[in-house]
Nanobody, 114 residues
Framework: VQLVESGGGLVQPGGSLRLSCAASGFTFSMYAMGWYRQAPGKERELVASITSAGGTTNYADSVKGRFTISRDNDKNTVYLQMNSLRPEDTAVYYC????????WGQGTQVTVST
């Protein structure tokens, strides 16, 4: 089982990034997916989630209207489009797959700074 995040990096405030999480080793289409983040000294928090078929999404209040989660079950990939980024969005971003078991990726760093 693997979840591999990519797309992180350094971006200026107001900029955009698109994170991807490529899954393998399990039946991706049966799993709900989530993006989480953890900033230094803070607990890991849920940013966005999407159901297995993609019909329902949920967002943390802090990212509503700025971030969009989506998935492509043919490509076994979940995405997080992040717009209007703020310094407080700086964190390591993780994807998670949840069904009978749950799996985590290794994380990708997002830094929002001038």
């Amino acid at each position: 089982v693997q979840l591999v995040e990519s797309g992180g990096g350094l971006v200026q405030p107001g900029g955009s990034l698109r994170l991807s999480c490529a899954a393998s080793g399990f039946t991706f289409s049966m799993y709900a997916m989530g993006w989480y983040r953890q900033a230094p000294g803070k607990e890991r928090e849920l940013v966005a989630s999407i159901t297995s078929a993609g019909g329902t999404t949920n967002y943390a209040d802090s990212v509503k209207g700025r971030f969009t989660i989506s998935r492509d079950n043919d490509k076994n990939t979940v995405y997080l489009q992040m717009n209007s980024l703020r310094p407080e969005d700086t964190a390591v971003y993780y994807c998670r797959a949840v069904y009978l078991l749950n799996y985590w990726g290794q994380g990708t760093q997002v830094t929002v700074s001038t």
